[in-house]
């Protein structure tokens, strides 16, 4: 599964390389390039925390359920989980006050 993974990446970046070699000849700006990298930092971040909270999601409940007790510290780690994403929103915002 991570073999795919990096497979898939590596023919993505192969594939836009073309693209990056003719950025002066096709009028791609540094506006356009922050524009996509805010995007890109959502993107990924957004994906990243939706992963983490479910799986933390997932082992949370099943210590839950064994140990009532500890569901405080459950929702703390899924609050940390979910703070990937609000980091990636953070960066993009950044990104896009330099731009403009």
Do not use: R, W
Request: without cysteine; charged residues 10%; hydrophobic residues 60%.
């Amino acid at each position: 599964m991570t073999n795919l993974k990096i497979k898939n990446l590596l023919i993505m970046i192969l594939l836009s390389m073309p693209l990056m070699a003719s950025a002066g000849e096709s009028g791609i700006t540094d506006a356009g390039i922050g524009y996509i990298a805010a995007a890109l930092a959502v993107g990924f971040s957004t994906i990243a925390g939706g992963i983490a909270v479910g799986l933390v999601g997932a082992a949370a409940m099943g210590a839950v359920g064994e140990k009532p007790e500890i569901s405080g510290k459950a929702l703390i780690f899924l609050g940390l989980a979910e703070g990937v994403a609000i980091y990636g929103l953070i960066i993009a915002i950044m990104i896009l006050g330099k731009i403009g």
